[in-house]
């Protein structure tokens, strides 16, 4: 079992950077891609960015393209979520999810990603 716990969240002001952390506990040596998703009152949860196991390799949302980078430290085993420019529209709480097995890289839908974290939540004011 993998236990993920983000962090980092804030009020931020429309224009300014919050950087977030998620530190995996447990069984972490079968984590593979690891993603950040974010869930806004009334919507669903969706799709932010996923960085492969070496940090090589990153694929984002079309949203978060240009303002947003992910990366990981797997010697500290933390992904993180590097927001700038942050919009109103960013306002959610943001998650991070491990990728599941045998599931496709590119792949966006919260299926096919689990041991969910808690969430921290990011306010943006306008």
């Known amino acids: 079992q993998v236990q993920l716990v983000e962090s980092g969240g804030g009020l931020v002001q429309a224009g300014d950077s919050l950087r977030l952390s998620c530190r995996a506990s447990g069984r972490t040596f079968g984590i593979n891609t690891m993603g950040w998703f974010r869930q806004a009152p009334g919507k669903e949860r969706e799709f932010v960015a996923a960085v492969s196991l070496s940090g090589t390799i990153a694929y984002y949302a079309d949203s978060a393209k240009g303002r947003f980078t992910i990366s990981r430290d797997n010697a500290k085993n933390t992904v993180y979520l590097q927001m700038n420019r942050l919009k109103p529209d960013d306002t959610a709480v943001y998650y991070c999810?491990?990728?599941?097995?045998?599931?496709?890289?590119?792949?966006?839908?919260?299926?096919?990603?689990?041991?969910w974290g808690q969430g921290t939540q990011v306010t943006v004011s306008s």
């Open positions: 999810a491990a990728k599941r097995p045998y599931t496709d890289w590119g792949t966006t839908s919260p299926a096919d990603f689990d041991s």
